[in-house]
């Protein structure tokens, strides 16, 4: 009998859309957040960000030496998990695409000195050519974003005002980001953001 089923898109390390480029580098992560999209769909904009297994440092690097990374505004970590679960490759490849002068950001939950005790970690993304991190807020209380995250790690809500905290410290183009939800208050929201000095954006 033929088989008409059409094939699951090929899992996706890196993928393009807003005239930047995304790289899903890991599926771990240190929260279980009630929105996230991992709950909802395989992917996003028809990429399928589900990873059989992690990528080692140098498939990602073959799949970015094969793109013509100029054309993009910015490469981004991000995609299917917290990027900073994998903080040595994450600064191995900032800085292999920091040396082609590519504009990096990192999509975050906030949670990485907690995930690599004992590092700086804004001192080495920043060391590692880091422009831009974006960090996901979430919630105005730490109540709120232990219900709405369920953080794995203890003291998460503290550890990512400090890591934005630092960030904006550290001269990095500054982002916190909250979810369009009826139970997040956003003005409060905002206002943590403005009194740390970062920017603010509802996503
Ligand atoms: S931090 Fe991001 S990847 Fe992790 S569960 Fe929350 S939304 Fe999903």
Same mark, same amino acid.
């Given at each position: ?7 699951a ?6 993928y393009?859309?807003f005239?930047?480029?995304? +790289?899903? &580098? @890991?599926?771990?992560? *240190?929260?279980? #957040? =009630? $929105? ?27 799949e970015?030496?094969?793109l ?7 490469v981004v970590?991000t ?11 994450? +600064?191995? &490849? @900032?800085?292999?695409? *920091?040396?082609? #002068? =590519? $504009?990096v ?7 990485a ?12 993304l920043?060391?590692a ?7 996901s807020?979430n ?25 934005t905290?630092?960030?904006v ?7 916190m980001?909250?979810?369009g ?10 206002k ?12």
């Open positions: 009998m033929p088989d008409n089923s059409i094939p898109p090929k899992e996706t390390i890196c393009e859309e005239g930047n480029l995304y +790289l899903n &580098i @890991t599926n771990q992560c *240190s929260a279980r #957040c =009630v $929105f996230c999209i991992r709950y909802f769909a395989d992917g996003v904009y028809g990429y399928n960000l589900r990873l059989s297994r992690e990528p080692s440092e140098e498939e990602i690097l073959a970015l030496e094969r013509d990374l100029g054309r993009y505004r910015e970590f995609g299917f998990g917290e990027p900073t679960c994998r903080f040595d490759s994450l +600064l191995h &490849i @900032t800085k292999w695409l *920091s040396e082609k #002068c =590519v $504009f950001r990192l999509d975050t939950n906030g949670h000195a907690l995930l690599n005790p004992g590092r700086d970690v804004v001192e080495e920043k060391a050519g880091m422009k831009a991190v974006s960090v807020l919630a105005e209380s730490e109540e709120k974003y232990n219900q709405l995250c369920r953080p794995s790690l203890n003291g998460s809500y503290k550890a990512m005002l400090n890591f905290r630092d960030a410290a550290a001269g990095l183009q500054t982002r980001t909250v979810v939800r009826q139970d997040i208050d956003i003005g409060k929201c905002k943590i953001a403005a009194e740390i000095g970062s920017s603010f954006r509802v996503r």
